[in-house]
């Protein structure tokens, strides 16, 4: 969910960037040659992608123990957790289902995600997380007062997959009739550092049971 807008009037619209019709779903996010190789360099005020730090590729996450410490916006692989070692269940959409570990009233804590091709659960830390349809991300982004946003690697994504449903579309929400085909397959997580007014966030965009983009936004 997007809350707010950064005031670049400079940065490209969704609707203006070009993206490739017959790009594959397997190259939805930019290779690791493609990212700037410090990260610690980049403006943080940009989109970052998590692969950036693991290499490119769809769902090109680490794999770790469950509970291992993880920094804010990164994601990775935890098999074999399972009932109440995933924590209590606090969101789904389709087949997804969102658990959360026990944390401290404010502060940061893991969050599990099932329903991945794999079998195994994606974790990543948060204060507070939202599982979410594509019809609820489009609200928000497609939204005048969200012109300015910068494009993601999640954006592009986004476009790619619902460029195959809803052909003609780009930088605009699918129509109605066929939001329920492209809900069958696509889902969105948003994550959020703390309780209250965030100026960054973690957006997870799912489909058909793996990662196919994740980005750090800013406002």
Request: charge should be positive; include cysteine; hydrophobic fraction near 35%.
């Amino acid at each position: 969910m997007l809350t707010g807008c950064l005031g670049q009037a400079d940065l490209p619209k969704l609707a203006d960037v070009d993206l490739a019709a017959d790009a594959p779903s397997a190259g939805l996010v930019a290779p690791a040659a493609e990212i700037e190789e410090t990260q610690e360099a980049q403006d943080p005020k940009k989109s970052r992608s998590f692969f950036g730090l693991f290499g490119g590729g769809s769902d090109a996450v680490e794999t770790v123990a469950p509970g291992q410490p993880l920094e804010f916006g990164q994601i990775a692989s935890a098999c074999g957790l399972r009932g109440a070692k995933l924590g209590k269940e606090v969101d789904r959409f389709k087949s997804y289902r969102l658990y959360e570990s026990p944390g401290s009233e404010n502060g940061m804590r893991t969050y599990s995600l099932t329903g991945m091709k794999d079998g195994c659960a994606r974790q990543f830390k948060a204060a507070m997380a939202m599982l979410g349809s594509p019809t609820m991300h489009e609200q928000m982004r497609y939204d005048s007062s969200n012109d300015s946003l910068s494009v993601s690697d999640t954006d592009k994504a986004y476009e790619r997959i619902k460029a195959r449903i809803c052909p003609g579309t780009r930088g605009k929400p699918c129509p109605d009739k066929r939001t329920p085909k492209l809900e069958k397959t696509a889902a969105y997580v948003t994550a959020y550092p703390s309780f209250g007014s965030n100026s960054h966030w973690f957006e997870i965009l799912l489909h058909k049971g793996r990662v196919a983009a994740s980005s750090t936004r800013a406002r």
